[in-house]
C-alpha cells in the first residue's frame, strides 16, 4: 500500500478531491493537520472526504453575499451569531461540513459567547452559504446535521434550499426573509459590484433593503 502525507496533496483552485474509506479517527486527523488557517473547504460523509479549492473570485461573492445577509439582518433589527466557516461535526452520524458563511437567528441566544460548536449539545447554524456548487457529500451532511435552510451560489445564480421531512427542496425564497426577493438582490447586486466594486455596492444594497422595509 502506498502512503501519502496531505502536503503531497496538491489542489488547484476551482477543483476537488475525495477520498474514500475514510474513519472519523483520520477525518479528525486530516482536520488537525490542515489547521484554521487555510483556503480549503471539507465535506465528510460516511467515510467518504472531500476537499474543495475555491477559486480567488470565491472570496470575493462569499464575503459580499455575507454582508448582504448582515446588512438585511441589521436592517431588520434580528438578533444574529455569525459563525462563518466553522467546522460543523458529529460522529454518531459521521458527518462534518464547512460553510462559507453561516448564521444563527432562531438560536442566536444559545450561541452567544460560544468559541467552539459540540452538535451533540448545541443546534445547527439556522442559515448556511455555499459559494461554488455544493457536491452530494456536502448536502448529505447538511441534511443530516439538520441545517434549516441552505443557499449555493454557482455560475451567477443562488438556489434556495429548505429542508422539509429531512430532505433538501428548493424555495423560490427565503423563509428567514420571505418578503425580499432574494434570489434576484443577490444576483442583481453581485453584477453591480463588478463595475462599482464592493462599498458603493453595499451601500446601494442597504438603501435598497431600506426601501423594501418601507
Known amino acids: 500500500m502506498v502512503m501519502l ?50 477559486l480567488p473570485e470565491h472570496e470575493v461573492d462569499n464575503e459580499l453575499i455575507g454582508d448582504m445577509v448582515k446588512i438585511i439582518l441589521e436592517e431588520l433589527d434580528i438578533d444574529n451569531e455569525c459563525f462563518g466557516s466553522t467546522t460543523f461535526k458529529r460522529q454518531d452520524m459521521a458527518k462534518g461540513i464547512e460553510p462559507d ?22 443546534p445547527p447554524p ?9 457536491s452530494k457529500t456536502g ?13 449555493r451560489f454557482d455560475c451567477g445564480q443562488l438556489r434556495i434550499s429548505c429542508l422539509q421531512d429531512g430532505k433538501y427542496q428548493d424555495s423560490a425564497t427565503s423563509p428567514h426573509f420571505p418578503n425580499f426577493p432574494i434570489i434576484e438582490l443577490v444576483s442583481q447586486f453581485l453584477d453591480r459590484a463588478q463595475i462599482e466594486g464592493r462599498s458603493q455596492t453595499l451601500k446601494a444594497f442597504r438603501h435598497k433593503v431600506r426601501a423594501l422595509i418601507d
Not at 458563511?101 to 448545541?122: P, S, W
Not at 439556522?126 to 455544493?134: G, K, M
Open 5 to 54: 502525507q496531505l502536503r503531497q496533496i496538491v489542489v488547484y483552485p476551482g477543483q476537488r478531491i475525495q477520498l474514500q474509506e475514510v474513519n472519523w479517527s483520520e477525518f479528525e486527523a486530516i482536520l488537525d493537520e490542515l489547521g484554521d488557517q487555510r483556503a480549503s473547504r471539507l465535506a465528510y460523509s460516511d467515510g467518504i472526504l472531500e476537499i474543495r479549492m475555491p
Open 101 to 122: 458563511q453561516c448564521f444563527y437567528i432562531e438560536n442566536y441566544a444559545v450561541m452567544i459567547g460560544k468559541r467552539r460548536v459540540d452538535l451533540t449539545i448545541d
Open 126 to 134: 439556522d442559515l448556511a452559504i455555499e459559494v461554488d456548487v455544493t
Open 139 to 151: 448536502l448529505d451532511a447538511y441534511q443530516a446535521l439538520g441545517v434549516r435552510e441552505l443557499w
